[in-house]
């Protein structure tokens, strides 16, 4: 059994380092940070994402989301339509800039998935796929105990 969670926590640690260290990267070539790549990736590929949309789609908290959005703003990267009383309901949009921007991070992703998957079948990511997110969905409800 130690083994075993030895084995899960260590693979899960040294992907999330690989993929955090390919975004800094990446994101250092062009000046910006590897923190903002899911927001890039996601106002490019989804249309009108709003801070609450971001905060779901990226898996970070509203803190973490709005000062991404504010570093992106201040690069003249994206603009907030602000056209509701609430700011996390507007929509944000990415300026030309930030659509180049947005084309590179979406390129890039899709070279490194394409040379990482080549060799795994669709059969297997799916299944991959599929046992992660019971993983995920088990580990969540053991959390709901830790809540309070």
């Known amino acids: 059994m ?15 380092r690989a993929i955090q260290k390919i975004k800094n990267e990446e994101m250092n070539n062009i000046g910006l940070k590897g923190k903002q790549v899911q927001c890039i990736y ?4 989804k249309d009108n994402a709003t801070m609450t949309e971001l905060v779901k789609m990226c898996g970070e908290d509203k803190g973490a989301i709005s000062r991404t959005l504010k570093e992106l703003q201040n690069e003249n990267l994206i603009y907030i339509e602000e056209n509701c009383d609430k700011k996390y309901k507007n929509p944000i949009k990415l300026t030309k800039k930030g659509e180049q ?8 992703i899709s070279g490194i998935l394409n040379s990482v998957g080549a060799k795994i079948s ?3 990511r799916n299944k991959l796929y599929e ?3 019971n993983i995920l969905n088990e580990l969540n409800k053991i959390c709901v105990n830790y809540r309070g």
Request: aromatic share 18%.
């Open 2 to 16: 130690n083994e075993r969670f030895e084995k899960f926590t260590n693979l899960i640690s040294e992907i999330y």
């Open 42 to 45: 996601f106002l490019y590929n």
């Open 101 to 108: 921007i947005g084309e590179f991070v979406t390129n890039q």
């Open 122 to 124: 669709l059969e297997d």
């Open 131 to 133: 046992v992660l997110e």
